[in-house]
Protein backbone atom coordinates (compact mmCIF):
# COMPACT_ATOMS: atom_id res chain seq x y z
CA UNK A 1 0.00 0.00 0.00
CA UNK A 2 2.76 2.60 0.86
CA UNK A 3 4.53 1.58 -2.20
CA UNK A 4 1.45 2.26 -4.04
CA UNK A 5 1.34 5.58 -2.72
CA UNK A 6 4.46 6.37 -2.98
CA UNK A 7 3.96 5.91 -6.96
CA UNK A 8 1.40 7.86 -7.26
CA UNK A 9 3.05 10.65 -5.31
CA UNK A 10 5.96 10.35 -7.53
CA UNK A 11 3.43 10.50 -10.84
CA UNK A 12 2.10 13.27 -9.83
CA UNK A 13 5.17 15.21 -9.00
CA UNK A 14 6.40 13.96 -12.31
CA UNK A 15 3.60 15.09 -14.08
CA UNK A 16 3.73 18.85 -12.40
CA UNK A 17 7.30 18.99 -13.03
CA UNK A 18 7.10 18.06 -17.05
CA UNK A 19 4.74 20.88 -17.15
CA UNK A 20 6.37 23.22 -15.27
CA UNK A 21 9.88 22.34 -17.41
CA UNK A 22 7.90 22.64 -20.89
CA UNK A 23 6.41 26.38 -19.85
CA UNK A 24 9.26 27.25 -18.60
CA UNK A 25 11.40 26.26 -21.69
CA UNK A 26 9.13 27.45 -23.96
CA UNK A 27 6.70 25.56 -24.93
CA UNK A 28 3.58 27.41 -24.77
CA UNK A 29 4.37 30.65 -26.94
CA UNK A 30 2.50 33.51 -26.16
CA UNK A 31 2.85 35.23 -29.65
CA UNK A 32 -0.40 36.00 -31.41
CA UNK A 33 0.76 33.88 -34.57
CA UNK A 34 1.77 30.90 -32.65
CA UNK A 35 -0.36 27.54 -33.42
CA UNK A 36 -2.97 26.28 -31.62
CA UNK A 37 -1.88 24.39 -28.74
CA UNK A 38 -3.09 20.80 -28.01
CA UNK A 39 -6.63 21.21 -26.55
CA UNK A 40 -6.45 24.53 -26.07
CA UNK A 41 -9.65 25.46 -27.69
CA UNK A 42 -11.72 22.36 -26.77
CA UNK A 43 -10.60 23.79 -23.19
CA UNK A 44 -11.57 27.21 -24.11
CA UNK A 45 -14.92 26.34 -25.12
CA UNK A 46 -15.37 24.28 -22.21
CA UNK A 47 -14.70 26.80 -19.66
CA UNK A 48 -16.69 29.27 -21.48
CA UNK A 49 -19.78 27.22 -21.53
CA UNK A 50 -19.20 26.46 -18.26
CA UNK A 51 -18.91 30.37 -16.92
CA UNK A 52 -22.42 30.95 -18.92
CA UNK A 53 -24.06 28.33 -17.65
CA UNK A 54 -27.96 29.14 -18.35
CA UNK A 55 -27.52 32.80 -18.97
CA UNK A 56 -28.83 32.05 -22.50
CA UNK A 57 -32.49 31.76 -21.10
CA UNK A 58 -32.41 35.37 -20.41
CA UNK A 59 -34.73 37.56 -22.62
CA UNK A 60 -33.88 40.97 -24.21
CA UNK A 61 -35.89 43.33 -21.76
CA UNK A 62 -35.69 45.74 -24.67
CA UNK A 63 -38.53 46.39 -26.80
CA UNK A 64 -36.79 45.71 -30.93
CA UNK A 65 -37.64 48.76 -32.73
CA UNK A 66 -35.85 51.02 -34.68
CA UNK A 67 -34.61 53.79 -31.94
CA UNK A 68 -33.36 50.33 -29.74
CA UNK A 69 -31.02 49.34 -33.01
CA UNK A 70 -29.91 53.08 -33.57
CA UNK A 71 -28.75 53.24 -29.91
CA UNK A 72 -27.19 49.79 -30.14
CA UNK A 73 -25.41 51.10 -33.17
CA UNK A 74 -24.05 54.23 -31.13
CA UNK A 75 -22.50 51.88 -28.82
CA UNK A 76 -21.40 49.54 -31.22
CA UNK A 77 -19.30 52.23 -33.25
CA UNK A 78 -18.11 53.55 -30.06
CA UNK A 79 -16.79 50.32 -28.14
CA UNK A 80 -16.76 47.47 -30.93
CA UNK A 81 -15.93 48.39 -34.28
CA UNK A 82 -12.54 48.96 -33.80
CA UNK A 83 -12.09 44.81 -32.94
CA UNK A 84 -15.68 43.52 -34.69
CA UNK A 85 -15.78 45.76 -37.63
CA UNK A 86 -18.72 47.89 -39.53
CA UNK A 87 -21.00 46.27 -42.30
CA UNK A 88 -18.67 46.08 -45.01
CA UNK A 89 -15.72 47.64 -43.86
CA UNK A 90 -12.10 46.71 -43.49
CA UNK A 91 -10.95 45.08 -40.70
CA UNK A 92 -8.53 47.23 -38.11
CA UNK A 93 -4.72 46.51 -37.87
CA UNK A 94 -5.81 45.80 -34.13
CA UNK A 95 -8.71 43.13 -34.88
CA UNK A 96 -5.66 41.41 -37.57
CA UNK A 97 -3.00 41.10 -34.88
CA UNK A 98 -4.97 39.38 -32.06
CA UNK A 99 -5.57 35.90 -31.14
CA UNK A 100 -8.23 34.54 -30.99
CA UNK A 101 -9.21 36.92 -34.18
CA UNK A 102 -12.53 39.01 -32.89
CA UNK A 103 -15.16 37.52 -35.27
CA UNK A 104 -16.47 40.20 -37.84
CA UNK A 105 -20.12 40.48 -36.35
CA UNK A 106 -21.38 41.74 -39.63
CA UNK A 107 -19.60 39.46 -41.73
CA UNK A 108 -22.26 36.17 -43.22
CA UNK A 109 -20.11 33.32 -41.68
CA UNK A 110 -19.12 34.93 -38.05
CA UNK A 111 -22.29 36.73 -37.37
CA UNK A 112 -23.65 35.82 -33.46
CA UNK A 113 -27.22 35.99 -35.23
CA UNK A 114 -28.36 32.34 -34.39
CA UNK A 115 -26.92 32.95 -30.74
CA UNK A 116 -29.56 33.20 -27.84
CA UNK A 117 -29.47 36.95 -26.84
CA UNK A 118 -28.85 36.17 -23.34
CA UNK A 119 -25.64 34.24 -24.25
CA UNK A 120 -24.38 37.06 -26.46
CA UNK A 121 -25.36 39.80 -23.30
CA UNK A 122 -22.96 38.00 -20.95
CA UNK A 123 -20.63 38.16 -23.27
CA UNK A 124 -20.72 41.54 -23.98
CA UNK A 125 -21.50 41.81 -20.15
CA UNK A 126 -18.43 39.60 -18.51
CA UNK A 127 -15.94 39.70 -21.67
CA UNK A 128 -14.05 36.50 -22.27
CA UNK A 129 -10.35 36.18 -20.09
CA UNK A 130 -7.24 35.38 -22.41
CA UNK A 131 -8.78 37.18 -25.72
CA UNK A 132 -8.75 40.20 -25.73
CA UNK A 133 -13.05 40.92 -25.56
CA UNK A 134 -13.60 43.13 -23.06
CA UNK A 135 -16.28 42.94 -20.23
CA UNK A 136 -18.32 46.14 -20.43
CA UNK A 137 -20.85 45.47 -17.27
CA UNK A 138 -19.12 48.10 -15.72
CA UNK A 139 -19.07 50.64 -17.82
CA UNK A 140 -21.83 50.79 -20.30
CA UNK A 141 -25.67 50.69 -18.62
CA UNK A 142 -27.98 47.49 -19.06
CA UNK A 143 -30.16 49.34 -21.46
CA UNK A 144 -26.72 50.02 -23.70
CA UNK A 145 -25.72 46.47 -23.22
CA UNK A 146 -29.29 45.16 -24.66
CA UNK A 147 -29.37 47.51 -27.70
CA UNK A 148 -25.85 46.17 -28.70
CA UNK A 149 -26.99 42.85 -28.16
CA UNK A 150 -29.98 43.36 -30.16
CA UNK A 151 -28.12 44.54 -32.74
CA UNK A 152 -25.47 42.29 -33.29
CA UNK A 153 -28.19 39.86 -32.81
CA UNK A 154 -29.41 41.05 -36.12
CA UNK A 155 -26.61 41.63 -38.23
CA UNK A 156 -28.61 40.00 -41.10
CA UNK A 157 -31.28 42.06 -41.03
CA UNK A 158 -30.78 45.58 -40.58
CA UNK A 159 -32.35 48.71 -42.38
CA UNK A 160 -30.46 50.79 -44.52
CA UNK A 161 -30.52 53.92 -42.13
CA UNK A 162 -28.99 51.38 -38.91
CA UNK A 163 -26.56 50.14 -41.54
CA UNK A 164 -25.60 54.08 -42.31
CA UNK A 165 -25.82 55.03 -38.75
CA UNK A 166 -22.83 52.26 -38.37
CA UNK A 167 -20.74 53.48 -40.93
CA UNK A 168 -20.95 57.69 -39.97
C1 LIG B 1 -10.25 44.84 -28.07
C2 LIG B 1 -11.03 44.08 -29.01
C3 LIG B 1 -12.49 43.88 -28.76
C4 LIG B 1 -13.45 44.84 -28.46
C5 LIG B 1 -13.25 46.34 -28.29
C6 LIG B 1 -14.71 44.13 -28.41
N1 LIG B 1 -14.50 42.79 -28.64
FE1 LIG B 1 -15.94 41.37 -28.76
N2 LIG B 1 -14.53 39.93 -29.04
C7 LIG B 1 -13.18 40.17 -29.17
C8 LIG B 1 -12.51 38.90 -29.36
C9 LIG B 1 -11.01 38.68 -29.53
C10 LIG B 1 -13.49 37.89 -29.35
C11 LIG B 1 -13.29 36.39 -29.56
C12 LIG B 1 -13.25 35.69 -28.24
C13 LIG B 1 -13.13 34.19 -28.39
O1 LIG B 1 -13.01 33.67 -29.50
O2 LIG B 1 -13.15 33.52 -27.36
C14 LIG B 1 -14.76 38.59 -29.15
C15 LIG B 1 -15.97 37.95 -29.07
C16 LIG B 1 -17.19 38.61 -29.06
C17 LIG B 1 -18.47 37.95 -29.16
C18 LIG B 1 -18.70 36.45 -29.28
C19 LIG B 1 -18.67 36.05 -30.73
C20 LIG B 1 -18.92 34.57 -30.95
O3 LIG B 1 -18.75 34.13 -32.10
O4 LIG B 1 -19.29 33.87 -30.01
C21 LIG B 1 -19.44 38.93 -29.15
C22 LIG B 1 -20.93 38.74 -29.28
C23 LIG B 1 -18.73 40.19 -29.02
N3 LIG B 1 -17.38 39.96 -28.97
C24 LIG B 1 -19.37 41.41 -28.98
C25 LIG B 1 -18.71 42.61 -28.70
C26 LIG B 1 -19.41 43.86 -28.49
C27 LIG B 1 -20.91 44.06 -28.60
C28 LIG B 1 -18.44 44.78 -28.21
C29 LIG B 1 -18.64 46.23 -27.84
C30 LIG B 1 -19.57 46.55 -26.77
C31 LIG B 1 -17.15 44.11 -28.29
N4 LIG B 1 -17.37 42.79 -28.57
C32 LIG B 1 -15.91 44.72 -28.12
C33 LIG B 1 -12.56 41.39 -29.13
C34 LIG B 1 -13.17 42.61 -28.87
Not at 38 to 47: D, G, H, S, V
Not at 61 to 69: D, I, K, M, Q, T
Not at 72 to 89: D, L, M, R, T, W
Request: aromatic share 6%; with cysteine.
Amino acid sequence: MRAFLLGIVTAIVLAIGGVYLFVKSGGVSMETTAPLLPFEQTLAKMAIRASIGNAGAEKNPVPLNEANLLAGAQVFKENCAVCHSIPGGPRSNASKGMFPPPPQLFTTDEMVTDDPEGVTFWKVTHGIRLSGMPGFGATLSDIERWQVTMLVAHADKLSPAVQAALSH
